[in-house]
């Protein structure tokens, strides 16, 4: 079971679970709604991911992703479209690794629920160690 408690007061807002505190709002160090929505996406894409190379039996290279998106203007102001660019510095199959980013991204369950209202999209870049 999955459960997270939000708290308001006048001076803060906070999302917290057992292992962690992550305010909320638009001060320094705060994140908007959609910054978490956008790196839940991320967090869940990447261990979708890592599950995938690992079950390959790949070595896990360094991976950065990031997540940029646009809202629609009308209201409800859902996302129009998502893109994950990832960024992957290491020797990998370039081929192999662009199917099991496709992968991810079927079963990321972050990812296929945004993709029921936005344009999905993926753009990956690679680094091979020198």
Known sequence: MEKIKTKYTPEKYTLENERAIVGIGSKPGEFYPYDLLLGALSACFYYTLYEILEKRKMDIPTIE?????????????????????????????????????????????????????????????????K
């Not at 996302?79 to 496709?102: A, C, H, P, S």
């Open 65 to 129: 992703i990031i997540v940029t998106g646009d809202k629609r203007t009308e209201l409800p102001t859902t996302l129009e479209w998502v893109n994950l660019e990832v960024i992957v510095t290491g020797d990998v199959n370039e081929n192999q690794f662009l199917r099991y980013v496709d992968l991810a991204g079927k079963y990321c369950s972050i990812h296929v629920t945004i993709s029921k209202v936005a344009k999905m999209s993926h753009e990956v870049k690679f680094n091979p160690l």
